[in-house]
């Protein structure tokens, strides 16, 4: 079984700055997909990037970049650039690819991440 | 991606009644799932909704508790059965479809569900 873990419950960071969220997960499989995804208190689930694993180039996105550690089982979220409307909880995902776990989310705990003005 | 049409997005509902969420997709998608997010907590899967077949429960719920229906590609229900206040929580259904590069796994709204 996978298992994802977020170790930051919570994070703060100055509009305009810098933050990283930290993501490690634990899995035998060798490919498959990770995922951030961005929940406001809206509660819509909003992805944010993903990455594949057989992929070594870091995904981007706009203002989002990961950092991803295959070897290390490690996958950051590097958020540039912050601004007030990044205010939500991030969760990172792990998906295997194919068989019958296609499509099934193992989600971590979840990064509350606050921008301050 | 896809759009997920989810609804209700929020109720009250008293103890030992049943509530039916429903989701429907704006396009055609290889699977449907059911999570749960308990108040403060991540997102637990409860069921893959198979298109014309009974759904597949993970360890910990069962079909009495929360049936489930997926009669087409895209279009899936998910029953909470005599509530508790322990149900409350909020319901999210979710697609997934493509291969590599072009695998999308998307959500629908949620649904607030407060038991009373």
């Known amino acids: 079984a996978q298992t994802v873990t977020q170790s930051q419950p919570e994070m703060s960071v100055q509009e305009a700055e810098t933050v990283t969220l930290s993501c490690t997960y634990d899995t035998s499989e060798n490919n498959y997909y990770l995922f951030w995804y961005k929940q406001p208190p809206s509660r819509q689930m909003i992805l944010v990037i993903r990455q594949e694993a057989y992929k070594q180039q870091n995904a981007t996105e706009n203002r989002f970049s990961v950092n991803f550690q295959k070897a290390a089982k490690s996958f950051s979220l590097k958020i540039s650039d912050s601004q007030l409307g990044d205010t939500a909880m991030y969760f990172c995902?792990?998906?295997?690819?194919?068989?019958?776990?296609?499509?099934?989310?193992?989600f971590g705990q979840g990064t509350i991440l606050t921008v301050h003005p | 991606s896809a759009v997920i049409s989810q609804k209700p997005s929020r109720d009250i509902c008293q103890r030992g009644t049943s509530l039916t969420i429903q989701c429907q997709v704006d396009s055609q998608v290889t699977m449907m799932f059911w999570y749960r997010q308990q108040p403060g907590q991540s997102l637990t899967l409860i069921a893959t909704a198979n298109q014309g077949s009974e759904a597949t429960y993970e360890s910990g719920f069962v079909i009495d508790k929360f049936p489930i229906s997926r009669p087409n590609l895209t279009f899936s229900t998910l029953t909470v059965s005599n509530m508790s206040p322990e149900d409350s929580s909020i319901y999210l259904c979710a697609g997934c479809r493509g291969v590599y590069e072009n695998t999308e796994a998307f959500f629908g709204q949620g649904t607030r569900l407060t038991v009373v």
């Open positions: 995902a792990f998906m295997k690819a194919g068989g019958t776990s296609y499509g099934k989310l193992t």
